[in-house]
């Protein structure tokens, strides 16, 4: 063994290496801990993303899409008169996702 730290790619030296392994060599990645390690991480995803909604931390409004109860309507009376598509029967032809209502 060299009286030097020998460096690996990432820059760090082999002692450090070896004292991770040591480490983490009793961590044995079983299904049940994959199961947990996943599930709490979807529930730490679920709370970011609950957070970050509700309290819009960043700034930001919700669209007047969801504000306006006039947009409903006008989207309701604009159902009723548009057909169905062949392929998307939930997104029939005259509604204009790019146009707003009268």
Do not use: Y
């Amino acid at each position: 063994r060299s009286p030097w730290p020998i460096p690996d790619s990432f820059g760090r030296t082999q002692e450090r290496v070896e004292m991770v392994h040591k480490v983490l060599a009793p961590i044995k990645p079983t299904g049940g801990a994959i199961g947990i390690a996943t599930i709490v991480g979807l529930a730490g995803a679920a709370a970011c993303t609950q957070f970050l909604t509700l309290n819009m931390p960043f700034g930001g409004a919700l669209p007047h899409t969801v504000t306006n109860p006039e947009w409903a309507k006008a989207t309701a009376e604009l159902r009723k008169t548009s057909w169905e598509r062949e392929g998307a029967p939930d997104r029939p032809v005259g509604l204009d996702p790019m146009k707003s209502p009268k």
